[in-house]
């Protein structure tokens, strides 16, 4: 019985079939209940029961390799069909849905964009950066209010060491790499301790822009902001420029540009000003030259700074600013785009 067995099990390693007919007429002749299998059972009953451990294990191995010599040859017959039967693998494939970019990331990209094109390129530096970068070299002096002004986190134990409260520490870096003319816009994260609520977050971005030059003057920031809000908002865009007060730039001004809802005959958006205030401008202040290495008898040069989430709410009145950063696909849906 056991050479039987043998025999049956060298004959079912060595089968093959042309077609699924074929396959199921091996399926009967061995696995079936009349099948081969099926009838070394009966007579297993007979044998001598000091025989029944051997010859036990070798029919279920005969039925282990004839059960999967079918199945691997069912499923060699089923590769066969799709590759040469009717499903065509050269038809394009259903179109697979893709994610959608996060707003900030469409407006910070659209910003960036319109100033590669006025030449500028980009420049990046840390997050969690050093006094001298973020405050000292752009002329705050050590008790300088302004410190308060911009909530400062600190990193514990490290009074030097803080999270970057506003992106000008890149304008630091860039200066102390490289000499004029420089032209650079800078993107990126920045943190201030405030409380969380639908108007502030204690994290949010900015983009910076510096331009440094030979004989670079306030009417280049004022055409070059110009240039940005009508690429921006559109054609029809003014802007205004406010005298304001930042410790590296002087003169310094805030720009407003006519609101983008109403067109500056004053509505809900703009509380009825007509004007949106979006960034901070001015010309870089001589000493932030000077502590970074840069002749300021020769050179001068303008900066300005943005909010992303700012020109996000205008372009898109998103009204909390929390929805930013929580991740929710229903509101990140929103934001269909191809690039
Ligand atoms: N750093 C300023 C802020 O965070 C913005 C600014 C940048 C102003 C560059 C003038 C020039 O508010």
Not at 51 to 69: D, F, P, S, V, Y
Request: include cysteine; proline fraction near 4%.
């Amino acid at each position: 019985m056991i050479e039987r067995i043998q025999k049956l099990i060298e004959e079912v390693n060595a089968l093959h079939a042309q077609n699924a007919e074929e396959v199921e007429a091996l399926r009967i002749k061995y696995l079936s209940k009349k099948g081969e299998v099926n009838a070394l059972m009966n007579d297993f009953r007979t044998v001598p029961a000091e025989m029944k451990k051997e010859l036990g294990m070798r029919i279920n191995e005969l039925k282990a390799c004839a059960l999967e010599k079918i199945n691997s040859l069912r499923d060699a017959l089923q590769v066969a069909e799709v590759a040469g039967g009717d499903i065509d693998l050269t038809r394009t494939p259903y179109p697979v849905r893709l994610g959608t970019r996060h707003p900030l990331t469409l407006v910070k990209n659209e910003i960036v964009d319109i100033f590669s094109r006025l030449g500028f390129t980009l420049a990046e530096g840390p997050e969690v950066e050093d006094d001298w970068h973020v405050y000292s070299s752009m002329n705050f002096a050590d008790d300088h209010p302004a410190r308060d002004m911009q909530d400062t986190f600190f990193v514990e134990a490290h009074p030097d060491i803080i999270l970057r409260s506003h992106t000008s520490s890149v304008q630091a870096r860039t200066m102390e790499r490289q000499q004029p003319p420089i032209r650079v816009i800078c993107p990126g994260r920045v943190y201030r301790n405030e409380a969380i609520s639908a108007r502030a977050h204690c994290f949010f971005h900015q983009v910076e822009g510096l331009y440094i030059d030979k004989n670079v003057s306030f009417a280049d920031l004022k055409q070059v902001l110009l240039l940005f809000a009508q690429e921006m908002f559109g054609t029809d865009t003014k802007i205004r420029l406010r005298p304001s007060y930042f410790p590296f730039t002087e003169p310094s001004a805030e720009m407003d540009v006519s609101c983008t809802i109403c067109g500056g005959k004053g509505c809900s958006m703009c509380k009825g000003a007509g004007w949106l205030e979006i960034l901070g401008c001015g010309m870089v202040d001589p000493a932030v030259l000077e502590a970074n290495g840069i002749d300021s008898t020769q050179y001068t040069g303008y900066a300005f700074g943005m909010g992303i989430e700012r020109i996000a709410n205008l372009k898109y009145q998103v009204k909390d600013l929390r929805l930013f950063s929580e991740n929710d696909v229903r509101f990140l849906d929103e934001f269909q785009s191809a690039n």
